[in-house]
Structures are given as structure tokens and as C-alpha cells.
């Protein structure tokens, strides 16, 4: 069902589905009291959670300000770009959900970066053969359109409040009066990451006695504040087409291995809004963007949870972890097969979330032994073993506004501080290594996820907005960076939420576990001595997690042990963001 708005009828439908469900262990935390009891009062914000303190504050000055949660989200991706640079940025794109409280609607926008017209299968082959990874990242090769900015500013036209040229002041004063080193951030400037020790990063991360600088130093960006400046007088426009645009192409044009991005490509540049695709959850309607990001193989996930009774067990059970794990092996299987952008491969999104498909995934979990094989989904198209690699440099945020309006925004520029290119101040996504570097299957044929001359790569981003079945209501929010363990992140957040009925922060706490292909990999020391022993009694021998760590981000509106609703919010512990109100 991929729609913009949960109709009577479909939620009709979604009820139904839903009350066959099994009993909710996190019903003191459901989002409606249910029938004969006190109704719920509509979610209303501020509230903000991002992963920067002076971000959470942007945010909430505009909203404070009278502004609504589109325009915090243009603000907080400002301030985000210049203290958060390694995670995302005006160079970047994002995946971005929008409720709006008084139609009850979603929007998806869609502001993933495209590959240039010259862009071929074999972008990044040499010599015959697929370029080395980190080569390939620090080549011109790697960076797409940036998307962020033109999305925020078609969404921002259809929900601001504000004028879009009051939105970059905070950004703006931050890069000219500087701003102060975070830890993390410090901890990826000393970094022996490529991206970090590129020539625009040295220059750029280089104090004047010939440091790096540290935690706790200030760091200031001219250029930056130039070009919010700029981007604040003339729209987002300014960002495709002249002199902004222009810096763009030549950083992608230098050596080694220059790109072929053009003015052309960028003046050309659309970002999409989609229908939301959503799906029944016992009481809730789980709503996420559709392919090219992976939202699906999140539904397919909390689909198959209904038929693992192990889940039920709650967090201090092996059993239960063995579960979520053999859950993912499923869902990545499909997920690296047949998910990649819409307008370039026919993508089975009804057959992945077909009931009785989720229900025969769903029972091969406890067998299994090994890496999992996709299955045949009705109306997918068996492609090719996909190539794909998703490394670091991504970031959520959550807002509501004082109407109860609510962004979800998950926004890159894909690995740690992108291609390590710059211009106008602010890095370069190398998001088009996003795609499979294995263009084609054993007999020839397509990967779904083959690079292709304005194709978008395919995106585990994921923001997620849950709703109440039963008026469509906002219940929350929720997202997380991670490369491709965004999906076991995001699954974690809701099943230890809406299914273990934890606090939120204590959700977004809980261990990681990623569980894609034959390894498992996870927080190792948060598991307890019993739970890892369990686990590997069962075949599950974890291993420390070698992917980006979370960020999960987010918020349910709950009732409080006094009566009253409010945000229980959270802002996970291996970040250092904040969840506020105020």
C-alpha cells in the first residue's frame, strides 16, 4: 500500500490486519487508551532530537520563533553540515518524512543524490576490473547531484511558516565566529581515514602551528557561512547553478580520477516526493519512504516479528535476540537482491510485504544455519548478486512543532566525511559508490542496483513516522545512520519500543546487533556474559560490529506515570546528540 495518506478505508483494512496480532507486551505504552478509556490529546511539539547540541538548539530557536518542523529541519541541517561535517552536509542527500497534523498526511521526499548523464555501469571499473573501494571513494568518480538542499526547499515551500531566507542566520554565525570542536568530531579529524587526510580536509582541519585541531578548540569557516549566506538571499537554487554550482564541478574534475559531473547535471537536478508506504502494526501504522531508500525491508522485518513468538521474550532472552538476528539475515537477503531505484528496475514492494510471502520468510528463520538466500516474492524479478558497500557518514533528526506537524529526516554524504572533496566550505557526498560495483550477473544480465546514468543508488536510509491505526494520529518518530545497519538500528528502536515496551532512551541503548550474510556483528560488551553465551549455544557468535555504529534519534508520544502525554524522546548513548522540548 503506498500511499500519501492513511484513508478511512485503508485504515479499516489496517485494523483488521492488525487485530490478529498477538498480545502487545508494550500496552502500558500504546499510543491510544483503547476503547472506554480517555482519549488521547494530539502530539504537539517543540521537540527536537539531532546529534549535535548546537543543531537541537537551531531547531528549537525556530521553532520557538513560530516556525514549523520544515523549517527547523532546514536550520538543523545548516548547523549539522559545519559541527557534524563528517555525517552529512550540503554536499549530501537525504531521505525526509513529513506528517502533517491537520490532513492526518505523509510526504515522502526524496532527495537522494543521482549519478551524472555520463555515468556508465563500469563508473567505477579500471583497467577491466572494479576499482579498490577507498580509491573509488576518493575519486571524482564518487560524488552525485547533492540532493538535501533542493529537497528542503521544495518541502519547505509546501510547509513552512517562515520566510527560507531566516533560516541560516544561526548556521551562518556559527561558521563566522566559530564553533567549538566536538570529541566526536575531533575523534574523526585525528582520524587515518582517506577522506580525513585529503588535501581540502587538511587545509581545512590544519590550525595555523601546523595541528589538527582538537576537542575543545574553535573552529571557524568563512566559506561556509558564505555560502548559507548565500543559499539564505537567492533560495536553494544558488546551490545548482552558478558560482556555488561552479565550485562543485571543479572539485569534482580534480585529479586523480576526475568525474564527470557537469552545471548540467546539477541545473537538472529534481527531487522526487513519493507516497509514503506504510503498513499495520498491531496498533500502529509504521510509515516510511519507499525504494530507492530500504524503508521496505524495515515493514518486512516488523512483518515477519509477528509470526517469531521468541521476540515476545523481551531483551534479557537469548532466545529473543536469536530471533531478531535470523530475522535479518531474511530481510537483508531480499533487501540486497531486488531493492534500487523505481524508475530504473521494477521493484516487488507489494510481494516483499505480501502477508503470506512475510509468514513463509518468517518460518525459515529458526533453521537456519548460514547465510540466508533470497526468496522469490510475488512479481520480483531475480536479479543479481548484489556488490554494495554502505560505509560511514550519515545522521537523523526528529522535530514536531507547536501543531503537531513532525519531519523525520535522515541525511549523508555517505561515508565519513564524503569523498573528502570540497567546495563552498562544505564537503562532497561520495554517495554513487552506493551502488553495486558489479554491475551485472553471472549470465549478463542487470544488478538491481547497477549504476546508471541518472539513477539514484539504493539507500538502507529509512525515517520512519508511526501513527495510531485507529484516527492516524501521530504516535512518533524515529531514525538511524549506520551504512546498511541502519535496518537491524531502525528494527531495534521499534521492536524494543513497540514490542518490548522500553522507554525510549532505553531502546535506543539496548546492544546493536547486525546480523547480514554469514557474521553477526554487535556491541559486544553490552551483551551480558549469559545473553552472549545463549546466543552462541544457538549458533549466534557475535563479533565486534565493524560497520557505523547507530545514531538512533527519536520520540513517543506517551502517557507518564502521573497521567499526563508528553515526548518520552531519546538520543543514543554512542552519539552526542539530545532529545528536547525546551
Not at 505504552?29 to 537541537?56: D, E, I, K, W, Y
Not at 505480501?354 to 528463520?365: G, I, K, P
Not at 523525520?408 to 563552498?424: D, Q, W
Amino acid at each position: 500500500m503506498q500511499i500519501k495518506r492513511l484513508r478511512p478505508f485503508a485504515l479499516a483494512v489496517l485494523m483488521v490486519a492488525s487485530a490478529c496480532a498477538s498480545a502487545d507486551p508494550g500496552a502500558n505504552h500504546r499510543p491510544s487508551a483503547g476503547q472506554g478509556a480517555a482519549p488521547r490529546p494530539q502530539a504537539t511539539g517543540p521537540f527536537v532530537a539531532a546529534a549535535n547540541p548546537l543543531a537541537v538548539q537551531a531547531g528549537l530557536d525556530v521553532l520557538n520563533r513560530g516556525g514549523s518542523a520544515v523549517d527547523a529541519a532546514v536550520a538543523v541541517q545548516a548547523v549539522l553540515g559545519l559541527v557534524e561535517p563528517q555525517s552529512s552536509g550540503l554536499g549530501g542527500g537525504a531521505f525526509m518524512m513529513v506528517y502533517e497534523a491537520r490532513t492526518r498526511e505523509i510526504t515522502a521526499y526524496d532527495g537522494r543524490e543521482t549519478a551524472p548523464v555520463a555515468a556508465t555501469p563500469e563508473l567505477f571499473y579500471e583497467n577491466g576490473k572494479p576499482l579498490p573501494f577507498v580509491d573509488a571513494v576518493l575519486s571524482g568518480r564518487s560524488t552525485g547531484v547533492p540532493g538535501a538542499v533542493a529537497m528542503l526547499g521544495v518541502a519547505q515551500k509546501a510547509h513552512g511558516k517562515l520566510a527560507w531566507s531566516d533560516l541560516f542566520g544561526e548556521a551562518e554565525r556559527l561558521a563566522r565566529d566559530g564553533f567549538v570542536v566536538s570529541p566526536r568530531l575531533a575523534g574523526m579529524i585525528a582520524s587515518n581515514a582517506p577522506q580525513a587526510r585529503t588535501t581540502a580536509a587538511t587545509r581545512y582541519f590544519t590550525k595555523a602551528d601546523g595541528s589538527r585541531y582538537v576537542a575543545g578548540d574553535v573552529l571557524k569557516n568563512p566559506a561556509y557561512a558564505d555560502t548559507v549566506a548565500t543559499l539564505a538571499r537567492d533560495g536553494a537554487g544558488a546551490l545548482y547553478s552558478g558560482p556555488i554550482a561552479e565550485a562543485i564541478v571543479e572539485a569534482v574534475h580534480e585529479g586523480p580520477r576526475p568525474g564527470a559531473l557537469t552545471l548540467a547535471d546539477l541545473a537538472a537536478y529534481k527531487p522526487i516526493e513519493r507516497g509514503a508506504l506504510c503498513r499495520p502494526f498491531r496498533v500502529y501504522v509504521l510509515c516510511v519512504p519507499p525504494p530507492p531508500s530500504s524503508g521496505v525491508a524495515v515493514l518486512q522485518l516488523m512483518e515477519m516479528a509477528e509470526h517469531a513468538p521468541d521476540l515476545a521474550e523481551g531483551p534479557n532472552s537469548a532466545a529473543a535476540w536469536v530471533a531478531f538476528a535470523q530475522l535479518q539475515r531474511l530481510m537483508y537477503a531480499d533487501r540486497d537482491r531486488y531493492v534500487g531505484d523505481p524508475a530504473f528496475v521494477g521493484v516487488p514492494v507489494q510481494g516483499l510485504l505480501d502477508e503470506t510471502y512475510t509468514a513463509e520468510r518468517a518460518a525459515l528463520a529458526p533453521g537456519l544455519t548460514g547465510a540466508a538466500t533470497a526468496g522469490s516474492p510475488p512479481g520480483g524479478v531475480f536479479m543479481g548478486p548484489d556488490a554494495t558497500r554502505e560505509p560511514a557518514g550519515t545522521s537523523h533528526f526528529v522535530i514536531v512543532d507547536a501543531e503537531g506537524n513532525a519531519v523525520s529526516m535522515t541525511t549523508t554524504v555517505e561515508s565519513l566525511f564524503g569523498s573528502g572533496r570540497m567546495a563552498g566550505g562544505f564537503f562532497l557526498n561520495n554517495q554513487l559508490t552506493d551502488f553495486s560495483f558489479t554491475p551485472t550477473r553471472p549470465d549478463g544480465g542487470p544488478a538491481a542496483n547497477a549504476v546508471a546514468a541518472g539513477k539514484r543508488p539504493r539507500s538502507s536510509m529509512s525515517p520512519l513516522i508511526i501513527l495510531d491505526a485507529t484516527d492516524e494520529r501521530l504516535v512518533g518518530a524515529m531514525g538511524s545512520p549506520g551504512g546498511s545497519s541502519i535496518l537491524a538500528y531502525n528494527a531495534k528502536g521499534l521492536i524494543g519500543t513497540l514490542i518490548w515496551g522500553l522507554p525510549v532512551q532505553a531502546a535506543f541503548d539496548l546492544p546493536n546487533l547486525v546480523a547480514k550474510g554469514p557474521g553477526f556483528g554487535a556491541d559486544t560488551e553490552r551483551f551480558s556474559p549469559a545473553l552472549r553465551d545463549g546466543m552462541a549455544a544457538a549458533g549466534i557468535v557475535i563479533q565486534p560490529n565493524a560497520s557505523e555504529n547507530s545514531g538512533l534519534h527519536g520520540a513517543l508520544w506517551r502517557r507518564g506515570a502521573d497521567g499526563r502525554w508528553g515526548w518520552d524522546g531519546g538520543a543514543d548513548d554512542r552519539r552526542e546528540g539530545q532529545a528536547r522540548t525546551r
